[in-house]
């Protein structure tokens, strides 16, 4: 027993046997209950080690505290439980409900030893496992922010809520996803309260995972109730990205204005046409959940119709290459029109960037023309170079060239 004796006294009168705990610096008398000795030995083999169970606080006498376990028996918390558990233990009065976690069944006393330290520990990630089954929704504040996500507490217990788990409304949308500017965005929302649900939870990995994205869909969709496609909002951008921009609406609530949404042109860098702070006007085009798509283009007259009504297949028409690609180029016709050139015209990619320059303007032939696809396919028209006749020239007569005879010798005289 360590530091700690026992020895049993015998009431003389009543039979029934009292403990007393020795140590090196005072004994403790247990006072003597008719029931004691029931409560202590009956029941025991209703628990086991490691099992939660709940009492009442029946006394708290020194350096123990006597937990009324009911039927079970009667627990005891003391040693080096007692000191792990002291905020616990002051903070609880006789009559009080308890929770221990068994760690041993009958000690030399024939109590049942309690831990409330790990019982509180336990008890906590019921209590979490409890919440996330029934998908509660908790409101907690910030504690910390990393640049993977924000820091959140729940039962005394620290879990992660993750950047990508954040809602629309709170992701931050940083111009080339920069890791140490997303941490000054999150460092924002310490201290703040958040709507979350607990996505995961797990006590022996030590791990709590929360999402902001599931507590608030079903606030976000009975908002949404009250809207249909086809609506026209007004609102602001709050973020532009690669594939688009954000744009926040009625009551907290956002959308996305994809890329090629937002004109009827041919959109390579959204920031080349909105900027966050700019007031717009757009039209639902999609709601899936919360989730809203948003349309600008829509809003303004299709070009496509005009086009149709004033051209057809086998007219040729200039435009303006914009854009070359491994399977053609892009052709600008007109106002927001873009056309496209096959591969197949020029035979290869080679070939097509020495035939077309991009900026500069061509005679194309419409080879097809899809208003409702918005598809047009051109053909490049080839012009054949005229060659100057040449001029034909005389040939004079070849004169015989005139043969000089030379002189005739005088012969030798014999």
């Known amino acids: 027993m360590g530091l700690f004796s026992w020895k049993k006294d015998v009431d003389s009168q009543s039979g029934d046997t009292a403990v007393s705990l020795r140590s090196d610096e005072r004994a403790i008398q247990k006072p003597r209950h008719p029931m004691e000795a029931l409560l202590k030995t009956s029941g025991n083999a209703f628990v086991k080690v490691g099992e939660l169970v709940e009492g009442t606080v029946l006394e708290k006498k020194g350096t123990r505290v006597y937990v009324d376990l009911g039927p079970r028996g009667m627990g005891i918390i003391y040693g080096r439980e007692y000191y792990a558990a002291q905020d616990i233990i002051r903070k609880a009065d006789e009559g009080d409900p308890i929770a221990g976690k068994v760690v041993e069944i009958d000690n030399d006393e024939g109590y049942i030893e309690l831990s409330l330290?790990?019982?509180?520990?336990?008890?906590?990630?019921?209590?979490?496992?409890?919440?996330?089954e029934k998908k509660e929704l908790l409101e907690l504040p910030v504690v910390e922010a990393n640049k993977g996500g924000l820091l959140l507490e729940y039962k005394g217990i620290r879990g992660f809520l993750p950047a990508?788990?954040?809602?629309?409304?709170?992701?931050?949308?940083?111009?080339?996803?920069?890791?140490?500017?997303?941490?000054?965005?999150?460092?924002?929302?310490?201290?703040?309260?958040?709507?979350?649900?607990i996505l995961d939870a797990s006590p022996k990995e030590q791990k709590l995972i929360f999402s902001e994205k599931d507590s608030e869909?079903?606030?976000?969709?009975?908002?949404?109730?009250?809207?249909?496609?086809?609506?026209?909002?007004?609102?602001?951008?709050?973020?532009?990205?690669?594939?688009g921009a954000f744009m926040k609406f009625g009551e907290d609530l956002e959308g996305l204005i994809h890329i090629s949404e937002i004109d009827w042109g041919l959109v390579e860098n959204p920031r080349d046409y909105l900027k966050p702070g700019d007031k717009l006007t757009a039209k639902m085009i999609d709601i899936q959940g919360e989730k809203v798509s948003l349309s600008l283009k829509q809003l303004k007259e299709d070009p496509w119709k005009k086009i149709a009504e004033d051209h057809k297949k086998g007219d040729v028409l200039s435009g303006r290459a914009t854009k070359f690609n491994p399977f053609g180029v892009f052709v600008e016709i007109g106002s927001n029109i873009q056309g496209l050139v096959h591969i197949s015209e020029f035979g290869n990619e080679e070939n097509m960037r020495h035939t077309l320059e991009i900026g500069k303007e061509?005679?194309?032939?419409?080879?097809?023309?899809?208003?409702?696809?918005?598809?047009?396919?051109?053909?490049?028209?080839?012009?054949?170079?005229?060659?100057?006749?040449?001029?034909?020239?005389?040939e004079e007569p070849k004169s015989e060239p005139e043969v000089t005879e030379e002189p005739s010798l005088p012969s030798e005289t014999a």
């Not at 330290?117 to 996330?132: L, N, P, Q, T, Y």
């Not at 990508?164 to 310490?190: A, C, N, T, W």
């Open 217 to 243: 869909s079903e606030e976000t969709r009975a908002l949404l109730a009250h809207y249909k496609i086809g609506d026209v909002v007004e609102g602001e951008v709050t973020g532009v990205v690669d594939f």
């Open 164 to 197: 990508s788990q954040l809602s629309m409304k709170h992701y931050p949308r940083v111009e080339g996803g920069d890791k140490d500017k997303i941490f000054l965005e999150l460092k924002k929302f310490i201290g703040t309260p958040l709507k979350v649900k």
């Open 117 to 132: 330290k790990e019982a509180g520990e336990e008890k906590r990630w019921i209590d979490v496992k409890e919440s996330m």
């Open 362 to 394: 061509y005679s194309f032939k419409i080879l097809l023309i899809d208003p409702v696809e918005h598809k047009m396919s051109l053909g490049i028209i080839r012009e054949e170079v005229k060659e100057e006749p040449k001029e034909e020239v005389k």
